[in-house]
């Protein structure tokens, strides 16, 4: 169950980071397999929808 709580946790970082990116908010993001790191930036809004974005391998 921990394995899967942290998949989750990463895979809202890499939305932030492509909402931010998409909003062309200033920041500095970068990811890579192992970590994630958004300086800045704006967490998703998902109200009234979720932002369904996501950082493509």
Do not use: V
């Amino acid at each position: 169950m921990n394995n899967k709580q942290a998949l989750i946790n990463k895979q809202e970082q890499l939305r932030a980071i492509t909402y931010s990116m998409d909003l062309l908010m200033p920041g500095l993001y970068f990811w890579c397999p192992y970590f994630t790191i958004r300086i800045g930036g704006a967490i998703p809004d998902d109200n009234p929808y979720r932002y369904p974005g996501m950082i493509h391998s």
